[in-house]
Nanobody
Framework: QVQLVESGGGLVQAGDSLRLSCGNSRGTFERYGVGWFRQAPGKEREFVAGIRWNGFNTYYAESVKGRFTISRNNAKNTVYLQMNMLKPEDTAVYFC???????????????WGQGTQVTIPS
């Protein structure tokens, strides 16, 4: 079974970096494609980045390309989202989601975490 737990959010200044982590508290993670999503106040949830279950492919929203990097460490049952050059418009609750043998993009995710808040004041 899967229970996703996100961590690493916080309040930072524009231009700073954060690294979000998404782990499966109930076991291994290596068979799961994982996506990161975010939802800002008053806006719909949007795709941010995704990684195929085997790590061979990664996908990014245009708004974060070149600034964010998704990666995985299966030995630690964790998927990371490294976020650099943060902007106020990156402020949102960030969620990770997982799907067994998922491609990391356009998946119908089966599991979702509770989210972690990222705030960049303007």
């Amino acid at each position: 079974q899967v229970q996703l737990v996100e961590s690493g959010g916080g309040l930072v200044q524009a231009g700073d970096s954060l690294r979000l982590s998404c782990g499966n508290s109930r076991g291994t993670f290596e068979r799961y494609g994982v996506g990161w999503f975010r939802q800002a106040p008053g806006k719909e949830r949007e795709f941010v980045a995704g990684i195929r279950w085997n790590g061979f492919n990664t996908y990014y929203a245009e708004s974060v390309k070149g600034r964010f990097t998704i990666s995985r460490n299966n030995a630690k049952n964790t998927v990371y989202l490294q976020m650099n050059m943060l902007k106020p418009e990156d402020t949102a609750v960030y969620f990770c989601a997982a799907k067994v043998y998922g491609l990391g993009y356009l998946d119908a995710y089966d599991y979702w975490g509770q989210g972690t808040q990222v705030t960049i004041p303007s």
